[in-house]
Nanobody
């Protein structure tokens, strides 16, 4: 069993920054992908960013140039640095880890951006 714990969410004004962290613990054999998703009220969960294997990153078009995903494999930790936040970034952000043929989710952390 793998547990994911997210932190770093909160309330910020438009134009501000936050950094989310996700720590994976438990029976981790290997991690292939670490990523962040978000879900706003009334909307489907969407991919925000992923870091794959050796470090290749992908981003949603809506966050390119503003968000940066990174990982520390030794600590089984992923980070999402969010700059120039907009009200439309308001959502619950979920960490996702894929490894050993399974996909794991964190409980989510709320990010609220006020205008």
């Amino acid at each position: 069993q793998v547990q994911l714990v997210e932190s770093g969410g909160g309330l910020v004004q438009a134009g501000g920054s936050l950094r989310l962290s996700c720590v994976a613990s438990g029976s981790i054999v290997s991690i292939n992908v670490m990523g962040w998703y978000r879900q706003a009220p009334g909307k489907q969960r969407e991919l925000v960013a992923q870091v794959i294997g050796g470090g290749m990153t992908t981003y949603a078009d809506s966050v390119k140039g503003r968000f940066t995903i990174s990982s520390d494999n030794a600590k089984n930790t992923a980070y999402l640095k969010m700059n120039s936040l907009k009200p439309e970034d308001t959502a619950v952000y979920f960490c996702n880890v894929i490894g050993g043929g399974s996909s794991y989710w964190g409980q989510g952390t709320q990010v609220t951006v006020s205008s």
